[in-house]
């Protein structure tokens, strides 16, 4: 089992608002990072840090967090959102990493 | 933009030693400033975190997989490595290798993967 507790499946209408949680108690400490993956292929880092997008990344994601939670928001989700989505951050000791368990995003 | 690039054999039998290798480009394993990973992912599950090593040959494991697992680097060819002995059919994985910057742990780069199946 993951230190990193996701919501497994999230379903959003198409260019509304969705929000996916990653809970964990290292998470008081460290950030969460956010990864998107498309089936096939490798995971893509959208979201790192306090609320940081890499190059690339569309706006509309962003992150937040509050007490021992993370969130991933998509604001105005878009048909090729549609991916799962993971969280990681460091474990409660704070030596090692680790990835939450995933969310798989529908897009209706 | 380092291009990481994941080679070895795709099929290893029972009880056998696991090699993968993955190729730097546009970096440098030598750098002091990334932890090379890396990090599995069985058909259909989630991302796991195998551990990283580092260009002074410092590593960091999974402890679910400390007893099996070596990672080294190789600067002479820009490569590091990931041995995992005694496999079984639960090590049947996509593997990544990846990339973190030191004291981080957002992995910024990504191997395209490799599956690797365990089977006789």
């Known amino acids: 089992s993951s230190e990193l507790t996701q919501d497994p499946v999230v379903s959003v209408a198409l260019g509304q608002t969705v929000r996916i949680t990653c809970q964990g108690d290292s998470l008081r400490s460290y950030y969460a990072s956010w990864y998107q993956q498309k089936p096939g292929q490798a995971p893509v880092l959208v979201i790192y840090?306090?609320?940081n997008r890499p190059s690339g990344i569309p706006d509309r994601f962003s992150g937040s967090s509050s007490g021992n939670t993370a969130s991933l928001t998509i604001t105005g989700a878009q048909a090729e959102d549609e991916a799962d989505y993971y969280c990681?951050?460091?474990?409660?000791?704070?030596?090692?990493?680790?990835f939450g368990g995933g969310t798989k995003l529908t897009v209706l | 933009q380092v291009q990481l690039q994941e080679s070895g054999p795709r099929l290893v039998k029972p009880s056998e030693t696991l090699s993968l290798t993955c190729t730097v480009s546009?970096?440098?394993?030598?750098?002091?400033?990334?932890?090379w990973n890396w990090i599995r992912q069985p058909p259909g599950k989630g991302l796991e975190w195998m551990g990283y090593t580092f260009y002074s040959g410092s590593t960091n494991y999974n402890p679910s997989l400390k007893s099996r697992v070596t990672m080294s680097v190789d600067t002479s060819k820009n490569q590091f490595s990931l041995k995992l002995n005694s496999v079984t059919a639960a090590d049947t994985a996509v593997y990544y290798c990846?990339?973190?910057?030191?004291?981080?742990?957002?992995?910024?780069?990504w191997g395209q993967g490799t599956l690797v199946t365990v089977s006789s």
């Open positions: 990681n951050s460091r474990d409660s000791s704070g030596n090692l990493v680790v």
């Open positions: 990846a990339s973190t910057r030191r004291g981080s742990y957002e992995v910024d780069y």
């Open positions: 546009g970096g440098s394993v030598s750098s002091s400033s990334y932890y």
């Open positions: 840090g306090k609320n």
